[in-house]
């Protein structure tokens, strides 16, 4: 069972940063893919970004394009998303998530993820 631990969220302006940072309760080997998503009240969950650890390929959503960057930290076993250019429409609780074994095609699917963090809240004020 693998316990994932979010922190980082917070409150920004517009325009602003914020870095959130996702650490897992033991070490994910290659086969887990990481992932962030993202739930605003009144709404589904939404893929933000995820990276395949087999082979280090990254994916986000259309939304978060040029704005967001996913790192891992490999000696740390941490992701973090690197969060730029925030809009108020960014703002929702956030998840890391992890998965294990998946395809591209699978990527952005929040059912295919086994193991979820609690949440962290990020609120872009205008």
């Known amino acids: 069972q693998v316990q994932l631990v979010e922190t980082g969220g917070g409150l920004v302006q517009a325009g602003g940063s914020l870095t959130l940072s996702c650490a897992a309760s033991?070490?994910?080997?290659?086969?887990?893919?990481m992932g962030w998503f993202r739930q605003a009240p009144g709404k589904e969950r939404d893929f933000v970004a995820a990276?395949?650890?087999?082979?280090?390929?990254?994916y986000y959503a259309d939304s978060v394009k040029g704005r967001f960057t996913f790192s891992i930290n490999n000696a740390k076993d941490t992701v973090n998303l690197q969060m730029g250019s925030l809009k108020p429409d960014d703002t929702a609780v956030y998840y890391c998530?992890?998965?294990?074994?998946?395809?591209?095609?699978?990527?952005?699917?929040?059912?295919?993820?086994?193991?979820w963090g609690q949440g962290t809240q990020v609120t872009v004020s205008s």
């Open positions: 998530a992890a998965g294990l074994n998946l395809i591209t095609s699978s990527i952005s699917s929040s059912r295919q993820y086994k193991y």
């Open positions: 033991e070490r994910t080997d290659r086969s887990y893919t």
């Open positions: 990276i395949r650890r087999r082979d280090g390929r990254i």
